[in-house]
């Protein structure tokens, strides 16, 4: 399966989302890590990860723009999994992801702000539809503050949309940002059993 984390917004969870995934795949089946982005966050985490001597850990690999298509076909083929983490703006590079793509997975906030800037977004989906209709869609909520209603009234805007939601979710947890910072996963650093319960929720409802 080729998995896409995508969003033109930035900041809202994509790399976090993408190394947890393409890591948990890993510990069962060979799986390609695509850093798309120009910030290379993604890199720098498998960096980190070489130097702490963790495993398992995907391949991972940097790719811009129009290769991330023509490439990244030709490498995924010797991997069961391939995860893109596309870059932060509607780039070759993000269209370029949506193409090669199975399923995107769009991480969203919970705010105002992150509605407004879906509408973009979603043209871009619209469009990659057109040339790769297996395309499957769906958003995943992250940074979530339980505290608040923020979610429950992003939700309703999403469903308006009639835009599939994934149920399972990820709130705003420090373990997610120590985990990227110490080229882990929250679920082997285990200090905190709440993130490490969203991170096997959410694998397996993209993997059912
Ligand atoms: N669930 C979470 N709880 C707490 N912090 C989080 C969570 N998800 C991400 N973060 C933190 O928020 C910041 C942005 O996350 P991340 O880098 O994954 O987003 P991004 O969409 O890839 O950003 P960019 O657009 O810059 O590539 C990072 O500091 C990260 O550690
Ligand atoms: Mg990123």
């Known amino acids: 399966m080729i998995y896409a984390v995508v969003n033109t917004k930035g900041g ?33 985490w498998a960096a980190w ?3 702490a001597q963790r495993e398992p850990s995907p391949t991972t690999t940097c790719l811009a723009g129009k290769a991330i298509l023509s490439e990244g076909k ?20 993000l269209r370029s992801a949506l193409l090669l793509a199975r399923q995107a997975i769009v991480p969203v906030g919970a705010s105002n702000l992150d509605a407004a800037a879906m509408t973009d ?13 297996d395309l499957q869609v769906r958003i995943f909520l992250t940074r979530i503050d339980s505290r608040t209603k923020d979610a429950a009234e992003m939700l309703a805007f999403l469903h308006e949309q009639k835009l599939p939601v994934l149920s399972s979710r990820a709130c705003e947890r420090v373990a997610y940002r120590r985990a990227i910072g110490e080229g882990a996963i929250v679920q082997e650093l285990g200090k905190d ?10 694998l397996a409802e993209v993997t059912a």
Request: charged letters at 25%.
């Open 193 to 202: 059993p709440s993130s490490s319960q969203e991170m096997e929720a959410f």
């Open 49 to 51: 990860r070489r130097d």
């Open 12 to 44: 809202v969870g994509k790399t976090t989302t993408a190394v947890h995934l393409a890591t948990m795949l890993a510990r069962t089946e060979r799986t390609l890590l695509i850093d798309g982005d120009p910030q290379a966050s993604a890199a720098s």
């Open 121 to 133: 977004l979603l043209e871009v989906i619209d469009m990659a539809k057109d040339y790769n209709s």
């Open 74 to 93: 030709t490498l995924s083929e010797g991997f069961a999994h391939t995860v893109v983490d596309a870059g932060g703006r509607d780039s070759v590079g």
